[in-house]
């Protein structure tokens, strides 16, 4: 990305984003250091994927999992690996105000200085993601859902 943001520089071009796969499940802009190189060249780094297709969402367990082809890749283990995160998303999100988990893992992006792009299937669905707006995440919450993101893809 800094070959790519001098080369346009030279032609008095500015990058102004870098859209890249990134959620609480897939930190690799983290640290690859893309984040890191984004914020000192002031590009917008743009996080699709933001609640890892679903998985940050809380509607899959286990016993319910997705359908279809996301099922078969998040099967058993995989999909119990990573339920202590979904539920340090609930927890957190019921003491802001009873958030939900998408909203709580949209805003920890944002608190990452991401902005984030969820897909929407439906109006409800739109305007839960919205509500991960107007209000933050503390310092101690997302170093809570770091730490909750490093044990769940470790596992």
């Known amino acids: 990305m800094r070959r790519a943001?001098?080369?346009?520089?030279r032609r008095g071009v500015p990058l102004a984003?870098?859209?890249?796969?990134?959620s609480l499940l897939h930190r690799r802009p983290e640290r690859s250091g893309l984040l890191a190189a984004?914020?000192?060249l002031g590009v917008a780094l743009i996080a699709y994927s933001p609640v890892g297709k679903g998985m940050?969402?809380?509607?899959y367990t286990p016993a319910h999992p997705p359908p279809g082809t996301?099922?078969?890749s998040w099967r058993g283990k995989r999909l119990s690996q990573i339920q202590p995160l979904v539920?340090?998303?609930?927890?957190?999100g019921e003491r802001h105000g009873g958030k939900t988990p998408s909203q709580v893992a949209l805003n920890w992006l944002m608190r990452k200085g991401a902005l984030p792009i969820p897909g929407v299937k439906?109006?409800?669905?739109?305007?839960e993601n919205a509500g991960a707006l107007g209000w933050s995440l503390t310092p101690d919450d997302v170093a809570a859902l770091d730490a909750a993101s490093d044990g769940s893809l470790r596992a």
Do not use: F, P
């Open 5 to 9: 943001h001098d080369a346009l520089a």
């Open 17 to 22: 984003s870098n859209q890249v796969e990134y």
């Open 38 to 40: 984004c914020r000192d």
């Open 56 to 59: 940050l969402t809380g509607k």
């Open 70 to 72: 996301r099922g078969r």
């Open 87 to 92: 539920d340090a998303l609930r927890q957190l």
């Open 122 to 127: 439906n109006a409800l669905q739109t305007r």
